[in-house]
């Protein structure tokens, strides 16, 4: 997710955009056409251009074999905000017990909102406690926190299904 007022969320289109925070400096943004057709038709006549001189560019700036493999950065280790939805049992000491497991990851949480679903059934008679949705937005934590939180919480057995867990990326 990102926020409106971000200035990735204004690119529109097959427009591409980059956006660069780093220490000591102020965020920077790239935007620039993406695949399109005059971006496709400018590279492709360059390439055709290229080999039509004999120019042999190595990929990645040097021969093949001088490259090295390299691992990708697990997403465990993505650090960031989240968006939890979960559905919850709708009994006392629920909350709690959600609030404790992600406490022991050392997850803080910025917002909490839960529905309460209509407490009657169409004869006006009470309904029996259903599972009701809960929505959490965490501060920064890593990604690996998260699913280890949210697996003690279903062992707990304090909410039904899977839980949705989207991150939020801020400027």
Do not use: C
């Not at 220490?23 to 251009?49: C, H, K, Q, R, W």
């Not at 803080?108 to 959490?136: F, T, W, Y």
């Amino acid at each position: 997710m990102v926020p409106k007022s971000s200035s990735i969320a204004q690119v529109m289109g097959v427009t591409n955009a980059v956006a660069i925070d780093g220490e000591g400096i102020p965020p920077i943004t790239l935007v620039g056409p993406g695949a399109g057709g005059g971006a496709t038709a400018s590279a492709v006549v360059a390439d055709i251009a290229d080999v039509a001189r004999g120019i042999r560019a190595k990929p990645f700036g040097r021969p093949v074999e001088r490259l090295r493999d390299t691992t990708k950065a697990p997403m465990e280790r993505h650090e960031g905000g989240y968006y939890i939805r979960l559905m919850a049992r709708d009994l006392a000491g629920t909350a709690a017990t959600i609030a404790t497991r992600l406490a022991e990851q050392k997850i803080s949480l910025e917002s909490i909102v839960q529905r309460h679903p209509d407490g009657v059934d169409v004869n006006g008679a009470a309904k029996k406690p259903s599972p009701v949705p809960v929505i959490l937005i965490t501060y920064a934590t890593s990604e690996d926190a998260v699913h280890r939180a949210l697996a003690a919480v279903q062992r707990d057995k304090v909410i039904s299904g899977r839980p949705q867990v989207i991150r939020i990326e801020k400027n």
